[in-house]
Nanobody, 115 residues
Framework: QVQLVESGGGLVQPGESLRLSCAAT????????MGWYRQTPGKQRELVAR???????NYADSVKGRFTISRDNAKNTVYLQMNSLKPEDTAVYYC?????????WGQGTQVTVSS
């Protein structure tokens, strides 16, 4: 049984930073990719950032230059450093891990950017 445990969400003011963490626990084989998605009420879940097995990364255009994704393979953990946060970054952020033969999702962590 694989579980993704997220942490690091919260309430910040515009321009501030947050760091999200997601640790995969349980019977883990090889993790091919890990990523972060976000969702707001009434909208589809969207990709924020993803990091592949060879540390290749891709980002949503809206977060390029502000967010950085990284992973620690020894800890089966992925991080999302979010700088210069904007009110439009407010959402529930979900961790995702591609561990064949399926994808796994975390429970979600709320990020609120408001003055």
């Amino acid at each position: 049984q694989v579980q993704l445990v997220e942490s690091g969400g919260g309430l910040v003011q515009p321009g501030e930073s947050l760091r999200l963490s997601c640790a995969a626990t349980g019977s883990i084989g090889r993790i091919y990719a890990m990523g972060w998605y976000r969702q707001t009420p009434g909208k589809q879940r969207e990709l924020v950032a993803r990091i592949g097995n060879g540390d290749s990364t891709n980002y949503a255009d809206s977060v390029k230059g502000r967010f950085t994704i990284s992973r620690d393979n020894a800890k089966n953990t992925v991080y999302l450093q979010m700088n210069s946060l904007k009110p439009e970054d407010t959402a529930v952020y979900y961790c995702n891990a591609a561990i064949p033969p399926r994808n796994y999702w975390g429970q979600g962590t709320q990020v609120t950017v408001s003055s």
